[in-house]
């Protein structure tokens, strides 16, 4: 019974490692969503520029609306 369980633990581990793998090479993920929001405005939010600073902006949700397709990847992630 003991290596029933064993072997049991041993495919779902080999099965949970090739999906891990298979993701992080791109596998298994949309290339684009599409993104819909309401008019709806953040006053005074905190922004991070390039240069690391920080300045409080005008943040207006519907201009982010539109397709946005995956082009590579940066640190790991999906950029």
Same mark, same amino acid.
């Given at each position: 019974m003991r290596s029933v369980y064993f072997a049991n633990g041993l495919v779902m581990l080999a099965a949970l490692?090739?999906?891990? %793998?298979e993701q992080n090479a791109g596998s298994f993920r949309c290339n684009s969503i599409s993104i819909h929001m309401?008019?709806? %405005?953040?006053e005074e939010a905190w922004i991070k520029l390039d240069?690391?600073?920080?300045?409080?902006?005008?943040?207006i949700y519907s201009h982010f609306?539109?397709?946005?397709a995956e082009n590579g990847t940066y640190d790991g992630r999906p950029k």
């Amino acid at each position: 019974m003991r290596s029933v369980y064993f072997a049991n633990g041993l495919v779902m581990l080999a099965a949970l490692t090739y999906l891990t %793998v298979e993701q992080n090479a791109g596998s298994f993920r949309c290339n684009s969503i599409s993104i819909h929001m309401t008019d709806d %405005v953040w006053e005074e939010a905190w922004i991070k520029l390039d240069d690391g600073t920080y300045e409080k902006r005008l943040l207006i949700y519907s201009h982010f609306n539109g397709i946005y397709a995956e082009n590579g990847t940066y640190d790991g992630r999906p950029k």
